[in-house]
């Protein structure tokens, strides 16, 4: 059967405006949040819109979008109805049964039909078959917000390799869908009850690429990122649930899969971590030698935000050595960077960074160096910026805050601080939150 050309989707473009599509991907992202959906949208899936390769929009999407344009229809939005991309439906489903699965094309509906299976109940065979692959699946479940320590939960899949097995799209999309979910997952729960179960898919892509045989150029080099970027993010995890040599072997894997695969942006992403890393760890030489390596690694490729987060890398590096003028001028050029503002070429990774983020981390800045006060009023600021969505951001900052302040010797601001916190974190798993918690109680109680 003939496949039909895309027709690109010249209204929901005008929509766009002047806004770039990193920039139109957040907003939906927040008018997602605004009704209490979960995308994933990024500029690739406003590209894709545009091009007419999603003739229709999933269900998720459907909503956000008629949220965002009240009074307009798909059709009005450029998209085809979703009778006429799916067809009549199944005698079955006329008489009440669920819709199956389609399994032989994805243009109607995007990825965030295995996201949602992921966030929503979906099993490892369900989130498998809406792959259209076969063969046993790998999995990690996160966190439930009520029994956050023990209950199980929606998984996150890569299906695993067989024998010889040619990689495509299929598979390539699986290992970048895993990327996202971890990272939405890590937002709202934190990390402590992901890292074991997110081993496993990691091994997962990692097979794919010593078994799989790409069938294209690009699908080998997509495949080498997403692999990289899901060490990362496995190394994340790692990270920020205080494992800190598991961590390091995963930044690692990711910088030898980028020199590999010769990919300059998951290098600097790679650099990035280590240095935080290496930060949290007290090798503070490490660190500055890491971020300065990410720093040639970006300047390339035409993302303000990423050189200003790399030079806020650098500035902590420079505060732990109690340098405090390099660290002045490395949180200088932060600055300039980012008020470059965002860019179409910004990493899909760096989605958390904004004015918040850059806030705290300056915030760290002056904490390492001792000028309490000025840290504490960095941190507030960062509370205050933060979208309550992100619950573990949110919770890091208030932590950050309630230490600087009883350092500064506000112990009754601190502990309120603290309370706050430990309100919001139902749900919520980081060993980095509860440490910088036991700090503060102990600060407090000093005083």
Known sequence: MALSRAVPNLAFRRLRGQRSPA??????????????????????????????????????????????????????????????????????????????????????????????????????????????????????????????????????????????????????????????????????????????????????AYALLDAGVATRRSTADRLHNGAGELAISVGWLAHDSGRLDDARSHYAEALATARVAGDAALEAHAFCNTSFLARDSGRYREAVRAAQAGLRAAQPLGSARLLALLSLREAGAWAGLGDRSSCAQALGRAHTHFARGTADEDPEWMSFFGEPEMEALEAQCWSLLGDWTRAARHAQRATLLQDPHFARNLALYRAQLATDLAHAGRP?????????????????????????????????AAH
Not at 87 to 102: H, K, N, T, Y
Not at 138 to 158: L, N, Y
Not at 431 to 444: D, F, G, H, K, W
Request: charged share 25%; with cysteine; aromatic share 4%.
């Open 23 to 204: 920039e139109f991907a957040a907003l939906v992202r927040r008018a997602a949040r605004e009704i209490g959906e979960q995308v994933a949208c990024d500029a690739r899936y406003i590209g894709r819109v545009e091009a007419g390769e999603i003739r229709c929009p999933n269900y998720a999407y459907e909503r956000v979008f008629l949220h965002m344009f009240p009074g307009l229809g798909l059709t009005d939005l450029g998209f085809s109805a979703r009778e006429a991309v799916r067809g009549r439906r199944s005698a079955a489903e006329a008489a009440g049964a669920p819709p199956p699965l389609a399994i032989t094309t994805r243009n109607d509906e995007e990825s965030d039909v295995l996201r949602r299976a992921f966030m929503t109940g979906g099993t490892a065979t369900v989130a498998t078959a809406s792959l259209g692959l076969c063969g046993p699946a790998a999995a990690i479940a996160a966190p439930h917000t009520s029994a956050p320590r023990t209950a199980a939960v929606p998984a996150v899949t890569i299906p695993a390799p067989r024998g010889v097995h040619r990689v495509g799209e299929a598979e390539v999309r699986a290992v970048e869908d895993a990327v996202r979910n971890i990272r939405l997952l890590d937002d709202r729960h934190g990390a402590d009850g992901l890292y074991q179960r997110a081993t496993q898919p990691l091994r997962t």
């Open 412 to 444: 009754d601001e601190a502990a309120a601080e603290v309370r706050r916190v430990e309100a919001s974190l139902d749900g919520v798993e980081s060993a980095r939150i509860r440490r910088m918690l036991s700090e503060t109680r102990r600060l407090i």
